[in-house]
């Protein structure tokens, strides 16, 4: 993406020479102060991406050019291809919202309108004269421009540089073509993009684009084509933009002669090298395009229509006037002069103006700009954003570009769309796809539409006001029967010989053959963030441990985002929808619900195959001493994505307390208070996400469990040792009920493990001592108060940093166990030493039960839920109930206040003390006009400025840190409409969406 900045630093007493050397009347301290009447900060929200653009919300620069009409003229980059909202701020500090009127198709420039009558207190802006034809090499220059959200900075520099070829940002972003640039050494930064380049007269000469990386080159495009666009703009009419689907540039007569290029018999053709700087040659031609097979990468252009020698604008400026019909070239091709026939075709039948919004994807036509670096045909549709992997299941990420779906070719998203009315929700698709930017990369995947998303919409530019209008697409809506999905193109035989274990040798050999039918694949694909997760798409293998319920257990990495859609594929034959049962909050582990009917009768009986992992049975070994001693042998069998086991031995080498970190940027879930085991050697399980670990006679004892990491950090794996008989309560509770379990209840505090002699130190008695001496070495320790994590009213007995805690009621605390998880009763009877002397205390435990996320709302760009568990434990504020966990790029609020994680406490004078009130804050503001307007631009009425449905508000809030703030913000009902999710109580309840 270009840079948004370009403006010079000023010297207020500088005095310039005018052309004819004489010393003018205006000085440019004089002028800079009536060029800060024509210049305005423009705030822009990109809220879909669209193309090579992004989603967020940036500043740069404007100026008007027409101020009877209210038109603004800025950069193509700066108001960008897709849907977004504008806001200019005038030197008064007045600020309106504009119409994005119109983009070039390749060019960086962009006219924007307000309406002149929304101007108070009798302001009358300045227009700014365009002039290009007063650009010169040499002349010294001013720039004013928000460069660095500065509003009114003001540069200087000399322009040297007026041949040059269009600036080259990078593959994935925005690139102009087809056109001279200008170049200036300057300091200008991000924000300067769109900022006049003027005389000493006040004229504007070039318009400032971008900067090179790394150094203070600053590029500006010339008016020449802004100013033919501008004559059409001015009378509400779209200027006539044509194409050969080539790319030329700009080479200097020296090169043209290298290529071939005879000086005189260039000079017989009519090109004179001392009149001109160089000759323009075909640099690309776009397969299938006018020029494909009549012009030839590396042709010199040697005339137009008869006119020899043309830069660009002379080539373009008969291209234009051409629009369905043809040019004539005289062309230097192979040795030899010959003239050219060339279709001319309309620029904007392949600029894209409408995109389908469907499972978190954004889709369009591929484009010219797009298919600029690689020069690809200009066919087939473009993933601009694969929002939560395209569609379920499905990793391919955005960039690509559609070539067919289910065998029928999708050269554009009309098609594709035909093609996708056809095909029901949750059925399985085939696409085939190319990467734009290398036609060489290649892909066929299968994937599908979830059965929640939020609902397709198909967006369309007016070409009269710019704005995007909005309809619903009904393709893919029709549900499909709920039965199992063969994901396979056949039917592969499987067959299960239980006596298969008996003939085994070894026992771990013989168990692994008995559970490789409770392995499971599965896949969770989010519908929005949520609980400080982004949208996730995530594969990984689980075990069966309740098959006539439909328990899954899993790893917490595959579930991280709680709006999770989830599949399980069972044998790799039949796919079935399940939901997220249980996060264990103080476990990386998480248990899924899936319906066994959907099994009954599938292809190859896969029900019957399928067999559930004993996690409650230890053999001859007590429930007590179930705990995988230190130095003990056994086996890991690790369940594989695609199904299957690998077996590894191994001993446990150590139990250690676990501590994980919380990234304070997306508040992954923190793990504390538990006590784990190591392996050597670990098992080579890079792919894997959770494993058992057996004792030596086969027993299940353990877990072996890929942790969830940052979603900045992915691609890292850490495994932990989990005792099995930590997750009992849960699954037993899950095997009976078909309610959330309540098993949880914490003491909201912290431990840390201390060795015997230092608890001595605190004041532990010498008898405790003594008993716990007797234990072996891994549970000779005793548990301190580290961290306190909910401050407790102050007439509320609680546990303080420093206590020691030796015995829950009249058991001692052996284990970092036996004080994590309490069960059974809202309070705890400890024995406690606290400075130095040995005190019972009664204290309040705390329920982890319906912490877990079952709603989540989204209004004004926030994504609004009660607060997680990891918000309880990182809020030093009292914990309030509205949390917003996401705040989305290019949103409302996101103009306003970067950051996320804070408590909403307040919205337009509502108080906000639960979601309820948001939903019903959301419904009362809603503004009413927003289907007319909707309506009005889809009809392609001329609308008067940059009026939008929308209110202002004040919302205020409190950061975790308890600070408060209060920002005003633009709804933009438009872009942003307000809608929810929910699930019920109940752990099969699915989520459900609804628009607010």
Not at 8 to 35: C, F, M, Y
Not at 479 to 490: K, R, T, Y
Not at 872 to 897: H, K, Y
């Amino acid at each position: 993406m270009p840079t948004e900045d370009t403006t010079l630093p000023s010297d207020s007493a500088s005095v310039a020479a005018s052309t004819n050397g004489e010393k003018p009347d205006i000085r440019w301290d004089t002028l800079q102060d009536r060029l800060r009447l024509s210049v305005v900060s423009i705030s822009s929200s990109h809220s879909f991406y669209f193309g090579h653009a992004g989603v967020g919300s940036s500043y740069a620069t404007g100026f008007v050019v027409d101020a009877e009409q209210g038109i603004i003229l800025s950069n193509r980059h700066v108001m960008g291809p897709g849907p977004s909202f504008h806001k200019a701020t005038f030197f008064n500090n007045q600020e309106l919202f504009l119409q994005p009127t119109y983009y070039d198709p390749i060019h960086d420039f962009a006219f924007f309108r307000y309406d002149p009558a929304d101007l108070k207190n009798s302001f009358v802006p300045k227009e700014i004269k365009l002039a290009p034809e007063k650009a010169r090499s040499g002349m010294e220059f001013r720039i004013v421009g928000n460069n660095a959200n500065e509003k009114m900075s003001v540069h200087q520099g000399e322009l040297s540089q007026l041949d040059r070829n269009a600036p080259d940002y990078g593959a994935n972003s925005y690139v102009d073509f087809n056109t001279f640039y200008y170049q200036a050494s300057s300091t200008s930064y991000s924000g300067s993009s769109g900022s006049p380049v003027v005389d000493i007269e006040g004229n504007a000469v070039a318009l400032n684009a971008g900067s090179g990386c790394g150094s203070s080159s600053s590029f500006f495009l010339p008016l020449e084509r802004v100013v033919y666009a501008f004559e059409y703009v001015r009378r509400w009419e779209i200027p006539p933009r044509g194409t050969l689907q080539a790319v030329f540039k700009h080479i200097t007569h020296v090169q043209a002669a290298h290529l071939g290029l005879d000086p005189e018999a260039a000079a017989r053709e009519g090109v004179r090298a001392d009149a001109t700087t160089g000759v323009l040659s075909v640099d690309k031609i776009l397969p299938g395009g006018p020029a494909d097979g009549k012009l030839e990468v590396g042709d010199i252009i040697i005339g137009v229509e008869g006119k020899p020698s043309p830069v660009f604008t002379e080539l373009f400026e008969v291209i234009d006037s051409s629009v369905g019909k043809q040019v004539s070239l005289r062309v230097f091709s192979h040795g030899e002069f010959k003239t050219v026939i060339v279709d001319v075709m309309d620029l904007y039948d392949i600029t894209p103006s409408q995109f389908l919004s469907i499972g978190g994807a954004t889709l369009h036509n591929l484009s010219l700009q797009l298919a600029f670096y690689s020069s690809a045909r200009i066919a087939g549709v473009y993933i601009a954003w694969s929002g939560c992997g395209f569609f379920l299941n499905s990793d391919i990420g955005h960039r690509k570009v559609i070539q067919a779906v289910n065998g029928i070719s999708t050269p554009d998203l009309p098609t594709l769309m035909n093609v996708l009315n056809r095909v029901g929700r949750d059925d399985p698709i085939v696409v085939k796809v190319i990467d734009h930017r290398d036609p060489r990369d290649e892909a066929v995947f299968v994937t599908r539409l979830p059965s929640l998303c939020i609902p397709g919409q198909v967006f369309t530019r007016s070409k009269v006001t710019g704005f995007w209008s909005r309809e619903p697409y009904l393709g893919m809506s029709k549900l499909g029967d709920a039965v199992p999905a063969l994901v396979n193109g056949f039917a592969q035989s499987v067959t299960f010989d239980s006596a298969s274990g008996e003939a085994a040798v070894d026992a771990a050999v013989g168990l692994a053959q008995s559970i490789e039918y409770a392995v499971v694949s599965i896949s969770s694909n989010s519908v929005c963030p949520a609980s400080g997760q982004y949208n996730l798409t995530e594969t990984g293998s689980g075990f069966i441990v309740c098959k006539q319920r439909g328990i899954v257990l899993c790893s917490t990495r595959l579930v991280r985002n709680p709006t999770s859609i989830l599949s399980i594929m069972f044998l790799g034959l039949v796919s079935v929808p399940a939901t997220l049962a249980f996060v264990h909050p103080l476990y990386p582990v998480a248990f899924l619900k899936y319906n066994p009917v959907r099994l009954h009768g599938a292809d190859n009986d896969v029900d019957r195959q399928l067999v559930e992992l004993d996690l409650s049975s230890f053999g001859n070994v007590a429930v007590a001493n179930a705990r995988l001693a230190v130095g003990s042998r056994g086996t890991v069998l690790m369940g594989k994505p695609n199904g299957g086991l690998e077996v590894v031995p191994t001993s446990v080498s150590g139990r250690r307390q676990l501590s994980t970190n919380t990234c304070s940027a997306c508040l992954d879930q923190r793990f504390y208070n538990t006590e784990v085991f190591s392996l050597s050697p670990e098992p080579d399980s890079s792919t894997g996400d959770l494993g058992v670990v057996c004792d030596t006679n086969s027993c299940i004892r353990g877990l072996w469990v890929c942790l969830p990491c940052c979603y900045h950090d992915r691609a890292k794996r850490n495994y932990v040792g989990l005792d099995v008989l930590l997750l009992l309560p849960a699954l037993e509770s899950l095997r009976a009920s078909d309610v959330s379990p309540d098993v949880v209840r914490v003491l909201d505090v912290e431990f840390k493990r201390l060795t015997l002699e230092t608890g001595k130190v605190l004041g532990v008695g010498s008898s405790h001592i003594r008993e716990l001496a007797q234990a072996s070495p891994v549970q000779r320790g005793v548990f301190m108060v580290c961290n306190v994590l909910r401050k407790r009213q102050a007439d509320t007995v609680s546990l303080e940093i420093g206590d020691v805690v030796l015995k829950v009621g009249d058991k001692r605390a052996w284990h970092m166990d036996d004080l994590a998880c309490l069960r059974d009763s809202d309070k705890a009877e400890l024995t406690v030493v606290r400075n130095g002397q040995e005190i019972l205390l009664t204290v309040p435990t705390t329920s982890l039960a319906g912490k877990h996320t079952r709603r989540v709302i989204y209004w004004a760009g926030m994504l609004l839920q009660e607060p997680h568990l990891t918000v309880l434990g990182q809020a030093t504020c009292p914990w309030l109930n509205v949390f917003s966990s996401f705040v989305m790029a290019g949103s409302p609020i996101d103009r306003e206040l970067h950051g996320v994680n804070f408590f909403i406490t307040e919205i337009d004078g509502h108080p906000i003390l639960t979601l309820d009130d948001v939903a019903n804050v959301a419904r009362e503001i809603k503004s009413p006009d927003v289907e007319e307007f909707n309506r009005n631009v889809a009809s392609g009425q001329r609308l008067r400025g940059g009026k939008i449905p929308g209110r202002f508000v004040k919302v205020s809030l409190v950061k975790l840190t308890g600070e408060k703030k209060v920002v005003s913000l633009h709804t933009h009902d438009l872009y942003n409409p307000s809608w929810q999710i929910h699930r019920g109580p109940l752990i099969s309840d699915d989520w459900v969406w609804e628009r607010l």
